[in-house]
């Protein structure tokens, strides 16, 4: 089973797939502030031993924090320590989601050379322009591990000329009362450009408002995943 490691929580809208962030949306209901980005108790977890002398985190895929972005620029002096912590951990795999790929080549560590084998890069899109923008700095990064997000996915986006490289694209719709719609027309383009590019493909999640064969459904929260994997165009290279 994949462990979660939140060194750090906290996080500022920068993009347009930001709007409706579902951790902004969380922290609002219980008061909190998500702007204010704070080290968490667990930011040593991945090293942290047990009496015994192991590690109290299991080995396999680590999901890094998933509660803020980890190119965020105030963590910048903590990070450093991160990496430290991931080169210690080398029966795990960390990733991380960002939407500040911009960033990469000022928060890496000095003996990064061409990455990490233990590090996988997800940068995430929701639109063209934002595609365009990110995807054109992706592609040139040494990253041994790169998979592409594009939840929310609020435009179609041409991006097989970015696919070289990349082991998997991830889309999925949009989550709220007033989510933008998702077109199903747009997964099945992203889809068959995966397939030309010979990349894993897979849609994780409909949109609260889903478009097919233009007509619109309103999909509730619980069925949004099961939805996507009942459509059943994963694509999986063998
Ligand atoms: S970058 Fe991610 S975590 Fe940060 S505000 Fe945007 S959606 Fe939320």
Redesign the pocket.
Known sequence: MASMWEPWRG?????D??LH?Y??KGDAKRGVN?NEIVKTKNFTKPIDKKKNGEYKMSAGLVYVCFS??FLIEEADEWRKECWQMIKERQDCTFLFLT??IERFTECIPNDWNDGYDNVVVCCTVENQKNADKKLSIFKDLPIKHKQITAQPLISDIDMEKYLDGIECVVVGGESDYNARPLHYDWVLHIREQCINANTNFEFRQCGTYFIKDGKEYKLQVKDLMRQAKLAGIDYKIL
């Open positions: 996080c500022h809208r920068c993009s797939g930001c962030c951790i902004h998500t803020s972005d939407k500040r």
